[in-house]
Nanobody
Framework: QVHLVESGGGLVQTGGSLRLSCAASGRTFSSYHMGWFRQAPGKEREFVAASPLSGSAPYYADYVKGRFTISRDFAKSTVYLQMNSLKPEDTAVYYC???????????????WGQGTQVTVSS
């Protein structure tokens, strides 16, 4: 199992940007597909973005496509989520997760970080 710790959340104005980081330790980072999910109060956890083992051909949810970018630094065992043009509806706790299989479903991700709060004000 891999241990994940998110950071970089905060409060921003509509249209602003944030860069989230997720540091991994434990199992080999390159052995996992990585994903970002988010959960707003009273809402179910939803998929945001995923990066395959190689870091190529990332996949995004439609509501963040063109605004968010997922990337990973294998030397630092870290995955990032660059968020631009933020909207109030992006407000949520953001979680990074690791999976042994390629998936966009939360149930397939066995390792999770504790989450980092992102708040976008209008």
């Amino acid at each position: 199992q891999v241990h994940l710790v998110e950071s970089g959340g905060g409060l921003v104005q509509t249209g602003g940007s944030l860069r989230l980081s997720c540091a991994a330790s434990g199992r080999t980072f390159s052995s996992y597909h990585m994903g970002w999910f988010r959960q707003a109060p009273g809402k179910e956890r939803e998929f945001v973005a995923a990066s395959p083992l190689s870091g190529s051909a990332p996949y995004y949810a439609d509501y963040v496509k063109g605004r968010f970018t997922i990337s990973r630094d294998f030397a630092k065992s870290t995955v990032y989520l660059q968020m631009n043009s933020l909207k109030p509806e992006d407000t949520a706790v953001y979680y990074c997760a690791a999976s042994g299989l390629w998936s966009t479903s939360a149930e397939d991700f066995g390792s999770w970080g504790q989450g980092t709060q992102v708040t976008v004000s209008s």
